[in-house]
């Protein structure tokens, strides 16, 4: 039995990898970090994949394991250290716009609390409704709500003012 439950695990772990990466890699900034938690989460869902692996909405469950461990990191005071200068190449986002779009987007995210980023991720990036983003950062609808509006006002300054980006040589430009 137990070496079925680690099939099911192995397949399920394997198909929810890439997109666990991109969320984290949104959430976080940092493809190491991004790794790290994705690695955290896993090894989370393995120790509960006995009990979980035939919950109804498994991704939903998945999702909110990944957001709950973000924001647990966030919380300790190692993680605002930056060990390196320069920022690791970053693994592209999904959609229609443009890389420079995309490493603005990314930079903004990076410098907004936690919390706002999470709903931002979940609401506008991932494109989930109120609800799904309430319980998976497991607070009211209304707190959702106030931190997207909240989160919005904060990126529109964020982008309206100039952000370094990296380029492929390694050194940032000041220009948009």
Request: charged content about 25%; overall charge positive.
């Amino acid at each position: 039995m137990r070496a079925e439950w680690e099939r099911e695990f192995a397949e399920y772990a394997a198909g929810a990898m890439p997109r666990l990466q991109s969320m984290a890699y949104v959430l976080c900034g940092d493809r190491h970090r991004a790794a790290d938690l994705v690695q955290d989460t896993l090894v989370t869902l393995y120790v509960k994949w006995s009990r979980v692996r035939a919950v109804q909405h498994l991704d939903a469950y998945v999702r909110k394991i990944l957001l709950r461990r973000f924001l647990i990191e966030r919380r300790q005071p190692w993680a605002r250290i930056q060990l390196t200068a320069t920022v690791p190449d970053a693994p592209p986002l999904t959609g229609p716009a443009g890389s420079e779009d995309r490493s603005l987007l990314v930079a903004a995210l990076r410098r907004m609390p936690p919390r706002q980023r999470a709903v931002l991720v979940l609401r506008f990036i991932y494109d989930l409704p109120v609800d799904e983003v309430a319980n998976a950062l497991d607070c009211s609808e209304g707190t959702v709500k106030s931190q997207t509006a909240r989160g919005l006002a904060a990126m529109r300054r964020l982008l309206d003012q100039p952000v370094a980006i990296p380029t492929s040589a390694g050194r940032t430009d000041g220009q948009r």
